[in-house]
């Protein structure tokens, strides 16, 4: 019964290129969570997804970034023409459905580094 | 708005004392709190979860938290730290609906042989 899977674990990019970063749900999950946590901090909520539709993007960057959730495959987090201080690790969630009796699983992260 | 406030980045505690880690919280509605602890290079794991009903709320691994809302905290404690409890901890708030959380800075705690 596999987890949260995100991949990859660790990405380096340079500045100006784009990152791409995958989430799969727990199998059955439709809420996708996504967060950042820069170093020495904690995370915070970048974007609220369910299948095909954006639910919640408070979180999100006005520009550069982007997420998505089709109906088929994984979540996408998508940054492009990253910068320094996008340097992070940023986490992924999920959970069958919307509310507090339902506990989100989060994924290992991916540790994004720009050089 | 909501916010999360832990008193103290670093805790340091002996094997088989008192673990009291203190989260501090802000919210305009009913909150919803959370601990989790995340280990090195992994992700987070819910430790416990106050919703409502009773205020003492038990997690895993021995690990409990009291909802205090006059003082508006909710510290997590364990009678008897363990090597294995070195990790750090998250507190964090929800508003009334959905898995949305507000995260703390997070507290490292160590545990001395």
């Known amino acids: 019964n596999a987890g949260v899977m995100q991949n990859p674990r660790h990405l380096v990019r340079r500045r100006g290129q784009e990152a791409r970063l995958r989430c799969s749900p727990v199998?059955?999950?439709?809420?996708v969570y996504w967060y950042r946590q820069l170093p020495e901090e904690g995370l915070k909520f970048m974007v609220y997804?369910?299948?095909?539709?954006?639910?919640?993007e408070s979180g999100m960057p006005k520009e550069r970034f982007s997420a998505e959730f089709p109906k088929e495959g994984p979540s996408i987090l998508r940054i492009q023409q990253v910068v320094r201080g996008d340097s992070a690790a940023y986490f992924c969630?999920?959970?069958?459905?919307?509310?507090?009796?339902?506990?989100?699983?989060f994924g290992q992260g991916t540790r994004l580094t720009v050089v | 708005a909501q916010s999360v406030t832990q008193l103290g980045s670093h805790v340091s505690v002996s094997e088989g004392a008192l673990v009291l880690l203190r989260c501090n919280y802000s919210?305009?509605?009913?909150?919803?709190l959370f601990w989790y602890v995340q280990y090195p290079n992994q992700g987070l794991q819910l430790l416990l979860k106050y919703t409502t009903g009773a205020t003492l709320v038990k997690g895993i691994n021995g690990f409990e938290a009291e909802f205090k809302k006059s003082e508006t905290s909710f510290h997590l404690t364990k009678p008897s730290a363990h090597m294995s409890d070195a990790a750090e901890y998250f507190c964090?708030?929800?508003?009334?609906?959905?898995?949305?959380?507000?995260f703390g800075a997070g507290t490292i705690l160590r545990v001395k042989s």
């Open positions: 199998k059955g999950h439709s809420h």
């Open positions: 964090a708030v929800s508003a009334s609906h959905g898995n949305k959380l507000v």
């Open positions: 919210s305009s509605v009913p909150p919803y």
């Open positions: 969630a999920s959970s069958p459905e919307q509310g507090l009796n339902t506990e989100a699983f």
């Open positions: 997804l369910q299948k095909e539709n954006i639910i919640d």
